[in-house]
């Protein structure tokens, strides 16, 4: 097959599925949390319970770390902390396997105070089945433990498996078959793994040890909120300092709540051949951090709002991603690109590469005449079919010659290009993305669509890494060709 023909085939493609594939990454299906109530699974479900826009159906409590029957007033305990007492509660089934080393150390952990007053826990199992043939949408399980319960829910059961959107599981690293999330239960997590569900596996690659760590137990007992409470209650008990202190561990189930929460901080990679299988190869510890952090103070804002009243001058108001950036970004290029590009973003509703060209276009454009917004008139040639139009509307933030003010023609013959002609007292300058970024380009949008498809989240992630490479470093002054021109017109 030939190299034009496949980026030809790659171009149809997105023109075909990116007006209905969504590119939000931010899931709001309705979560089904499983626990083997581990102290780190603790701070795991107080993440999510600390967020108030993520929807929790129930939580299930699975042999493993703790006995079942152990785990569910200590998940009582916790959802009394957060006023969430109205989340069901269910109960696996008790195998009474051997337990692993760190379950007396776990028994000692106190989660809190559970009600005096409930119903017993109803059977997992059957509380699943119902939950799956009764939701309105799919669901979406969280499990940071074994794998039993949701097997024997769905295990021999297409129409069940049918109604989860994904499997989000905490194991130790791909390949490595020795996570105790796993090997307590194999029979379970391989039955689950080969059932062609969408799994994201999460794990420690080992570059986030000693985290948390004694600032944690600073910012909790400088903060008030329910999070930094059950943190601070967490790692103050002398079983967990004792721990900490001996193995340093690092963080665990709680990775699995903040790629929940914020997807973009992780690279994932497909298992091939089970490329229904996601696992994480490497973690941005830093932006973890941060997230983290900033969750415990409150501060901490899971938006996904596209419209903003006032432009963002703080490091903390921005994407945790974007964050990595804004400094080198704002030095090199200057401020105007950067608020350019941010409004970009936000106007085109996802992070685009052929948006960033545009607005780095258009400033480009402005900075060659010295001329300020709403005064260029432009003549773009990317048409109106992505990818290539999404240049438009980087063209028009960055420039303010929009539709509305009708002072952009977009040409749709005979060719599409990424490519403009700015106008500006009878003087003109076409910019044109030079052949060998718009390879760049091409490449990462045909190596996204063959990866994950173009209705996947996966590819919208790629996309989006790949914008911030551009973003920060791709010069203006080199990636265009110029040719100034005597004024010309619509053709």
């Given at each position: 097959?030939?190299?034009?023909?496949?980026?030809?085939?790659?171009?149809?493609?997105f023109?075909?599925?990116?007006?209905?594939?969504?590119?939000?990454?931010?899931?709001?299906?309705?979560?089904?949390?499983?626990?083997?109530?581990?102290?780190?699974?603790?701070?795991?479900?107080?993440?999510?319970?600390?967020?108030?826009?993520?929807?929790?159906?129930?939580?299930?409590?699975?042999?493993?770390?703790?006995?079942?029957?152990?785990?569910?007033?200590?998940?009582?305990?916790?959802?009394?902390?957060?006023?969430?007492?109205?989340?069901?509660?269910?109960?696996?089934?008790?195998?009474?396997?051997?337990?692993?080393?760190?379950?007396?150390?776990?028994?000692?952990?106190?989660?809190g105070?559970?009600?005096?007053?409930h119903?017993?826990?109803?059977?997992a199992?059957?509380?699943?089945?119902?939950?799956?043939?009764?939701?309105?949408?799919?669901?979406?399980?969280?499990?940071?433990?074994?794998?039993?319960?949701?097997?024997?829910?769905?295990?021999?059961?297409?129409?069940?498996?049918?109604?989860?959107?994904?499997?989000?599981?905490?194991?130790?690293?791909?390949?490595?078959?020795?996570?105790?999330?796993?090997?307590?239960?194999?029979?379970?997590?391989?039955?689950v793994?080969?059932?062609?569900?969408?799994?994201?596996?999460?794990?420690?690659?080992?570059?986030?040890?000693a985290?948390?760590?004694?600032?944690?137990?600073?910012?909790?007992?400088?903060?008030?909120?329910?999070?930094?409470?059950?943190?601070?209650?967490?790692?103050?008990?002398?079983?967990?300092?004792?721990?900490?202190?001996?193995?340093?561990?690092?963080?665990?189930?709680?990775?699995?709540?903040?790629?929940?929460?914020?997807?973009?901080?992780?690279?994932?990679?497909?298992?091939?051949p089970?490329?229904?299988?996601?696992?994480?190869?490497?973690?941005?510890?830093?932006?973890?951090?941060?997230?983290?952090?900033?969750?415990?103070?409150?501060?901490?804002?899971?938006?996904?709002?596209?419209?903003?009243?006032?432009?963002?001058?703080?490091?903390?108001?921005?994407?945790?991603?974007?964050?990595?950036?804004?400094?080198?970004?704002?030095?090199?290029?200057?401020?105007?690109?950067?608020?350019?590009?941010?409004?970009t973003?936000?106007?085109?509703?996802?992070?685009?590469?052929?948006?960033?060209?545009?607005?780095?276009?258009?400033?480009?454009?402005?900075?060659?005449?010295?001329?300020?917004?709403?005064?260029?008139?432009?003549?773009?040639?990317?048409?109106?079919?992505?990818?290539?139009?999404?240049?438009?509307?980087?063209?028009?933030?960055?420039?303010?010659?929009?539709?509305?003010?009708?002072?952009?023609?977009?040409?749709?013959?005979?060719?599409?290009?990424?490519?403009?002609?700015?106008?500006?007292?009878?003087?003109?300058?076409?910019?044109?993305?030079?052949?060998?970024?718009?390879?760049?380009?091409?490449?990462?949008?045909?190596?996204?669509?063959?990866?994950?498809?173009?209705?996947?989240?996966?590819?919208?992630?790629?996309?989006?890494?790949?914008?911030?490479?551009?973003?920060?470093?791709?010069?203006?002054?080199?990636?265009?060709?110029?040719?100034?021109?005597?004024?010309?017109?619509s053709?």
């Amino acid at each position: 097959m030939g190299k034009k023909f496949l980026l030809s085939v790659v171009i149809i493609l997105f023109v075909v599925f990116s007006r209905t594939s969504a590119v939000n990454t931010k899931d709001l299906h309705p979560l089904v949390i499983d626990t083997d109530c581990a102290f780190d699974d603790m701070r795991a479900i107080s993440i999510i319970l600390s967020q108030p826009d993520i929807r929790v159906t129930g939580i299930v409590v699975t042999e493993g770390t703790l006995l079942p029957e152990e785990g569910t007033d200590r998940i009582r305990a916790l959802l009394h902390i957060f006023s969430l007492d109205t989340i069901p509660v269910v109960c696996g089934k008790t195998y009474n396997r051997e337990g692993p080393p760190w379950r007396n150390l776990n028994r000692s952990v106190s989660w809190g105070t559970a009600p005096t007053v409930h119903e017993p826990a109803p059977d997992a199992v059957h509380w699943l089945q119902t939950i799956l043939v009764s939701a309105g949408e799919k669901i979406t399980y969280v499990c940071l433990g074994p794998l039993s319960t949701l097997e024997s829910a769905i295990g021999g059961k297409p129409e069940l498996q049918a109604r989860l959107y994904r499997i989000l599981w905490y194991n130790e690293p791909v390949g490595s078959a020795a996570g105790f999330n796993y090997t307590f239960d194999k029979p379970s997590a391989d039955s689950v793994m080969k059932m062609k569900i969408r799994m994201d596996l999460i794990s420690n690659p080992g570059d986030l040890t000693a985290f948390p760590d004694s600032s944690v137990h600073d910012l909790s007992g400088n903060s008030s909120t329910p999070l930094a409470a059950i943190l601070l209650k967490t790692v103050s008990q002398p079983a967990v300092t004792q721990n900490q202190n001996q193995h340093h561990p690092g963080m665990a189930d709680e990775l699995v709540s903040v790629y929940f929460t914020n997807p973009e901080l992780f690279d994932m990679m497909v298992l091939h051949p089970q490329v229904h299988i996601r696992y994480n190869r490497e973690v941005d510890l830093q932006s973890v951090k941060e997230v983290f952090s900033d969750m415990i103070k409150g501060s901490y804002k899971r938006s996904d709002n596209v419209v903003f009243s006032t432009f963002p001058s703080q490091r903390e108001m921005f994407a945790y991603d974007v964050r990595k950036i804004m400094d080198s970004v704002i030095s090199r290029y200057g401020p105007e690109e950067w608020k350019a590009c941010v409004m970009t973003d936000e106007f085109h509703g996802h992070l685009g590469v052929f948006s960033i060209v545009g607005a780095k276009m258009g400033i480009k454009a402005r900075e060659y005449f010295g001329a300020g917004p709403d005064v260029l008139t432009v003549i773009s040639y990317a048409g109106t079919k992505p990818p290539y139009s999404c240049l438009n509307d980087g063209i028009q933030v960055s420039t303010g010659a929009t539709i509305g003010q009708g002072l952009i023609t977009v040409v749709t013959q005979p060719q599409t290009r990424p490519e403009a002609v700015f106008t500006y007292h009878e003087r003109s300058l076409r910019l044109k993305l030079k052949e060998e970024y718009l390879a760049l380009i091409e490449h990462d949008i045909e190596e996204g669509i063959l990866k994950f498809g173009l209705t996947d989240d996966g590819y919208w992630k790629m996309i989006r890494r790949s914008a911030l490479s551009y973003w920060l470093n791709w010069d203006r002054d080199v990636i265009f060709e110029e040719i100034v021109t005597n004024t010309e017109r619509s053709k």
